[in-house]
């Protein structure tokens, strides 16, 4: 059973930065990819970023440049560092985890990231 919790979550002003964290438990050292998505009111949910096993990133283009995703196995922790952010970047951030590239099958409970003057 893998268990994920978010934190850092916040309320950040434009151009200012964020970084959300996850913690695991479990076999969460084995899973292949782990991400982070979000969702915004309204919106579809969005896959922001994901990392593998051996540590290669992947970005969606709407954060590619501003977001650096990152991992530790020893600590079974997964973070986004988020800069420059916009207030379109507001939304529910969700860790998660899988074993192919959309990481989709274990899910936190999410985090709030609001970006706003």
């Known amino acids: 059973q893998v268990q994920l919790v978010e934190s850092g979550g916040g309320l950040v002003q434009p151009g200012g930065s964020l970084r959300v964290s996850c913690v695991g438990s479990?076999?969460?050292?084995?899973?292949?990819?782990m991400g982070w998505y979000r969702r915004a009111p309204g919106k579809q949910r969005e896959l922001v970023a994901t990392?593998?096993?051996?540590?290669?990133?992947k970005y969606a283009d709407s954060v590619k440049g501003r977001f650096t995703i990152s991992r530790d196995r020893n600590k079974n922790t997964v973070s986004l560092q988020m800069n420059s952010l916009k207030v379109e970047d507001s939304a529910v951030y969700y860790c998660?985890?899988?074993?192919?590239?959309?990481?989709?099958?274990?899910w936190g409970q999410g985090t709030q990231v609001t970006v706003s003057s």
């Open positions: 479990g076999s969460i050292f084995s899973i292949s990819f």
């Open positions: 998660t985890g899988g074993w192919n590239t959309q990481a989709d099958e274990y």
């Open positions: 990392i593998s096993r051996s540590g290669t990133p």
